[in-house]
């Protein structure tokens, strides 16, 4: 097989219709209103309420999923505390943590979701914790009840980093049911996406008032300013965005799915290689899923290292999400702790491209690469 004519990401933005959005750019320009809460961004936020099925005043929007996280937990309080948390995810999750002042305390992972386990994150709260931070990584919900009834027993706020999980149902219910509060993050890499931004829901409607002032420097008016904010706000061009791509989200999902679908056909006679369990619903919970990203599971490092090379000879850029693990990286060494599955995890995962348009020749392309590879490598 000869390498693909073009490079194969392991993600692309969808783009709604030039035209359609050259339509709403001029609404935007005979409004002469850019952002800070212009029309397009109010509407946006209508839409989202309906989409979650939540009040208007249980969501705020922001310009992306990081400083939402940050304001998020600063309103929260957390600041001075110490923040159960996984290291298994991408380095916002505990950099927003860290830049408010909180610190993050890692335990392990669940080796079927992927997601920080419940009994471990009980084992590392101390009398010093304020929160419980878990990641719906993938998409793929984290034990919800588990958490629930973590948040009851010690009296902790439970956050989710739920920034890959838009779309995502748990038993009929949205995943932003769940806890206290949820990020989603709308990153142009994202499933759904508004080129940058952020999105909490959360079940406190008194939280919106605190977080819709943090994002905008915490001036109430031209002579008042309340607290320490920051400039979060998101832009009308963003929201247009956004409100264009919600109009396809379902079509989104459903084009991933017939992606993940492909790839676990297949591969399902290739040794060495596996699929997460809890995507065919197997972790206790009727998931309707979003198919956000393709992760696969290989036998030890040195076989996905081989596999993600061989790949890239291809012209095909799968990548390492979430290699190295956070605590790996400079700012967590310090606190690192005893997470051996979310370090073998790390070692073995890769993620496969997966994109609206994405088409049959690269995914049997990619299956055929991978078969090639793998079973030259067993004989
Ligand atoms: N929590 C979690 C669990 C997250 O995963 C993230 C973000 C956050 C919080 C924070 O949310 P945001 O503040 O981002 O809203 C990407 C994204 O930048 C990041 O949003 C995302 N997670 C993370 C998992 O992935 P990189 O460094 O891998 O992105 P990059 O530039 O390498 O792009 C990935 C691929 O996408 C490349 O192959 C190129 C392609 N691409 C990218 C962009 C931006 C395009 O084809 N077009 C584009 O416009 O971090």
Known sequence: ??????????????????????????????????????????????????????????????????????????????AGGEVVTTPFTFVATSHALKRIGAEPVFADIDPETLCLDPAAAEKMITPRTKAIVPVHVYGHPC????????????????????????????????????????????HSTKLFHSIEGGLLVFKDRALQQKV?????????????????????????????????????????????????????DGFSGIRDIEFLHCLDNSCGYSVSHNYAYCPVLFKDLDTRERVYRRLKDYNVFSRRYFYPLLTDFDPYRENQSQTPIATDIANRVLTLPTYHGLDETATSGIIQIVQELLQGYES
């Not at 212009?38 to 922001?62: C, D, I, M, R, W």
């Not at 995943?175 to 949820?182: K, L, N, V």
């Not at 965005?241 to 991933?256: A, E, F, P, T, Y």
Request: glycine share 8%; net charge negative.
């Open 143 to 186: 034990d919800v009840n588990a958490f629930d009834e973590l948040g009851r027993k010690y009296g902790l706020k439970i956050i989710y980093d739920a920034a890959h999980a838009f779309g995502v149902k748990i038993n009929g219910k949205s995943i932003a049911e769940y806890g206290d509060a949820s990020m989603f993050s709308f």
């Open 1 to 78: 097989m000869k390498p693909f004519k073009n490079p194969i990401l392991v993600t692309r933005p969808y783009l709604p219709p030039l035209e359609d959005y050259q339509k709403g750019l001029e609404e935007i320009w005979n409004n002469q209103w850019l952002t800070n809460n212009g029309p397009v961004l109010k509407k946006f936020h209508g839409q989202l309420a309906g989409y979650f099925g939540v009040p208007e005043t249980n969501l705020s929007l922001f310009n992306n999923g990081t400083l939402a996280l940050e304001i998020l937990f600063q309103a929260m309080g957390l």
């Open 212 to 264: 819709d002032q943090l994002k905008n420097f915490a001036i109430l008016s031209e002579t008042e300013c309340v607290d320490v904010g920051t400039n979060a706000k998101m832009n009308e061009m963003q929201a247009l965005m956004g409100v264009l791509n919600l109009n396809v989200i379902d079509d989104l999902i459903s084009h991933r799915k017939v992606i993940y679908e492909a790839y676990r």
